[in-house]
């Protein structure tokens, strides 16, 4: 027994304040964010009735929260897919072989130490939407290249709007998941290389079989990491558009919500952003935990 | 040993540090009585200059108490809003707070934050002095609950006569109404002005829609609104919605992006001639060195002549503010005759008592004093006067949509949802 103490005490002692801290701060905090959007407390006064998901069905039979789900939905889409695909091909050409490779890691990752605050005050401008005279930012250098066809509204534009938005994040993201493919790559042996290209596999080949099963592990990683940013999209909205109908997600929904004194609303949409998380990274927790205990 | 030590010396430095931040000068003490505590977002530009002449006669009129900065700064007073909710919700409230006059006070009220300032009226006389027409729009259920500082008007049409006049428009003469008014837009834009009227994000559409609607459902129409009087998908309000969308496809095409003042920086360079914003724009003109009556000049929105769309910031008195005495000291000066002079000549706004000298204040606010006195005294949707927070912020959304779709019966179906929803 007093053994057993003596094994497991010391530990527990030293955790125990995070434990502690975590339990309040983070799942306490939870469980009462919950237990506000499960009630009716639409203004300041304190809520009187337990309404059960009400709120839930209310939100989802809105059309300005479907609306707003679109509008993270189109940003997820293009912010994945710019991601990937442009930190891929920057680690596949570092990867071939470039001089002066340290230069191009740092060029890339830089946008990476910016805030997006920051960088969104920057890309308000760039994608400002008036065209013709009054144009400014991109519009105003396509105009001065004589691109001018090639003006565009950016993200005022009702349907590809948030692809506009979308693209400051790619621009700042990129250069990680870059870092995170090229570790992926340098982490493959050369040997598997020579071995392959031996038994004769054309590049391609080489590609296909050896080295992309390797970088999965990488890829699923960093799709988890730039998918749960993009569900948590917020500060760059506000710094590019401020909490507008137009570029609404739901995180400045909750915003809009939480201000107009709303809190069972904002508890509600804050609960299904948890959620939306939760699926994204809860299995790949799981996934993790798994092929860790495989290795072992 | 030694290191430890440091360590500690280190530690206790940085808690003294710290407990000096917390208790160094300009915090509130609920023990000491000769202490105010204003809560304000007037932070930057003139509203700071505005919270400063006010604070210097404050001093003069009570040498003994002591004025306590809570300004919030940022997000036009919505950092503010959502940093005072908290103090609320945690019975920590300032000993006064500002907040745009009317509906949107109507929160607060209701969770019994707000004490009766009837009984102060009334002592002070400002039942005799403010206009009938604003004391009405500022009694909720027979009690009022705030002190106006100031009085903005929200239906003033800003005009570049230089390019009304390139198009053959004589800019000192209102059109009639909102048609004339789009024929005149029509002319600007056929004689070469690409975007005739300039307009900027949400509330600023908003605005625009307010005014619309003021000037097709006339002021007792419009005040209908928000008692369940006039209802929201009656003919007046589809023709306003209609005409709104005829007067959207003057404007620019960044509109969705513009703050107030960019918009407006648009009719100052010459690029629109028209441009609907509060009275608070009259300081950009003069900043860019312009004249008026000369280079700009203003009217009632067209339709709206005769009618005062009123926007007010006014003081509070919470519920269990801890220097209730002086937070009075303070509601008294604000509303003294000194007090609102010195806050409205550095604001660039006009004072709620009728007893102030015109002359004491420039051009355009001479304009505005006059009409104050004399106009139907209506509330403004756009800044709170008019509807409670989430009303507003249902019809500021649906406004949004429109922006992008510019479909008019939506419109009209999200605004008559929004008014169901809020009058219940």
């Excluded at chain 1, 530990?11 to 009630?39: Q, R």
């Excluded at chain 1, 939407?129 to 691109?147: K, M, P, T």
């Excluded at chain 2, 007037?42 to 509203?47: C, I, K, L, P, R």
Aim: aromatic share 12%; charged share 15%; proline share 4%.
């Amino acid at each position: 027994m007093r053994k057993g103490i003596r094994n497991w005490g010391p530990p527990l002692l030293l955790v125990s304040p995070t434990v502690v801290i975590l339990g309040i701060f983070v799942y306490g905090l939870i469980g009462a964010n919950v237990s506000v959007s499960l009630s009716d407390r639409h203004s300041l006064q304190p809520a009187e009735n337990f309404v059960g998901l009400d709120n839930y069905f209310a939100l989802f039979a809105e059309e300005r929260f479907l609306h707003s789900l679109y509008n993270l939905g189109m940003f997820t889409l293009f912010f994945i897919v710019g991601t990937m695909v442009f930190g891929f091909l920057w680690a596949w050409m570092l990867d071939k072989g470039v001089s002066a490779e340290g230069v191009f890691r740092s060029v890339y990752l830089f946008p990476m130490a910016i805030s997006f605050v920051a960088s969104g005050v920057v890309w308000r401008w760039l994608l400002n939407s008036a065209e013709g005279d009054r144009a400014s930012g991109l519009n105003r250098i396509f105009e001065s290249l004589g691109l001018g066809f090639l003006q565009n509204p950016w993200w005022s534009d009702p349907t590809w709007g948030m692809a506009a938005i979308a693209l400051p994040a790619i621009w700042q993201l990129s250069g990680y998941v870059m870092a995170l493919f090229l570790s992926g790559f340098r982490g493959i042996p050369e040997e598997l290389r020579e071995a392959a290209r031996m038994d004769g596999a054309s590049e391609w080949k080489l590609y296909r079989h050896v080295i992309f099963p390797q970088l999965s592990p990488v890829a699923l990683s960093a799709l988890i990491i730039v998918g749960h940013m993009s569900l948590k999209v917020f500060d760059l909205i506000m710094a590019i558009t401020k909490a507008i109908y137009q570029t609404e997600v739901p995180a400045t929904y909750l915003w809009v919500a939480l201000t107009s004194n709303d809190y069972a609303k904002a508890a509600t949409i804050a609960t299904i952003l948890l959620l939306f998380v939760a699926v994204l990274i809860v299995p790949y927790l799981i996934y993790t935990a798994r092929s860790e205990k495989a290795e072992r | 040993m030694r290191k430890p030590l440091s360590l500690i010396a280190g530690a206790a430095v940085l808690g003294l540090a710290l407990a000096g931040c917390s208790t160094g000068g300009g915090e509130s003490d609920p023990g000491n009585a000769d202490q105010v505590e204003v809560f304000t977002w007037w932070a930057s530009g003139s509203e700071k200059v505005g919270l400063d002449a006010l604070v210097k006669v404050f001093n003069e009129q009570y040498p003994d108490i002591e004025f306590i900065n809570a300004s919030v700064a940022g997000g036009a007073g919505s950092n503010a809003k959502a940093a005072l909710a908290s103090r609320l919700e945690a019975n920590d409230p300032p000993d006064t707070f500002q907040a745009h006059a009317g509906a949107e006070l109507t929160d607060y009220i209701n969770a019994g934050q707000l004490q009766d300032l009837s009984s102060f009226y009334e002592e002070q006389g400002l039942t005799d002095v403010f206009p009938a027409s604003l004391i009405e729009q500022l009694t909720v259920d027979g009690a009022i609950y705030s002190v106006p500082s100031n009085i903005h008007r929200a239906n003033v049409t800003w005009v570049n006569t230089a390019v009304l006049e390139g198009a053959g428009i004589d800019p000192t003469k209102a059109p009639a109404d909102i048609d004339a008014w789009i024929d005149d837009l029509q002319k600007l834009k056929d004689s070469g002005v690409e975007s005739p009227l300039a307009l900027g994000t949400e509330w600023t559409q908003m605005q625009l829609l307010e005014n619309v609607l003021i000037a097709d459902l006339g002021a007792e129409g419009y005040s209908g609104l928000w008692t369940g009087d006039t209802a929201w998908d009656s003919d007046g309000v589809k023709t306003a919605v209609d005409h709104y969308g005829e007067l959207m496809k003057f404007v620019n095409s960044d509109f969705a992006g513009l703050e107030w003042d960019a918009a407006t920086q648009i009719l100052l360079d010459g690029n629109a001639g028209y441009n609907v914003m509060g009275d608070w724009a009259e300081a950009a003109f003069v900043q860019a060195g312009q004249t008026y009556g000369d280079e700009y000049t203003t009217w009632p929105t067209p339709g709206t002549d005769g009618v005062f769309d009123f926007l007010a910031d006014s003081f509070t008195l919470p519920v269990g503010a801890p220097h209730e005495q002086a937070a009075k000291d303070w509601l008294t000066t604000i509303s003294s005759a000194e007090g609102q002079k010195a806050f409205n000549i550095a604001k660039g706004s006009i004072p709620a008592r009728t007893d102030a000298t015109a002359s004491d204040y420039p051009a355009y606010q001479q304009t505005a004093i006059t009409s104050f006195a004399d106009d139907t005294v209506v509330s403004s949707l756009a800044h709170g006067a008019a509807a409670s927070i989430s009303w507003s912020g249902d019809i500021s959304s649906a406004v949004g949509k429109f922006g992008t779709d510019k479909d008019a019966a939506s419109l009209v179906s999200a605004l008559v949802a929004a008014a169901d929803k809020a009058l219940g």
